[in-house]
């Protein structure tokens, strides 16, 4: 929270890199139930959380119909509890390169 009120106060803006963590978050349980609830896929779900706190997102993908889905998050709005509930899932548990450690070597 703190670099993100950071970065809100100094106009920055924040992109996830593998916002759906390659996966691993797309059959946990809090997700598919608010999927479910929307009628739309986890994937979804995970997008709009992004797009709703202004994060810009990198998603890669390789099938046509994902891509689609994936592109396919304005035409709902995630509600304030359910924000909320999202933002309480954040175990700080990262994929990829740690910029922390990363050598650039």
Known sequence: IELRNFCAKHAIKIQAWSPLMQGKLLNHPTI?????????????????????????????????????SNADIFDFVLSEDEMTVLNALNDHFRVGTNPDTFDFK
């Open 32 to 68: 598919v139930e608010i999927a479910e609830a929307h009628h739309i896929t986890p994937a979804q779900v995970i997008l709009r959380w992004d797009v709703q706190q202004d994060i810009l997102l990198v998603v890669k993908s390789v099938k046509p119909e994902r891509m689609k």
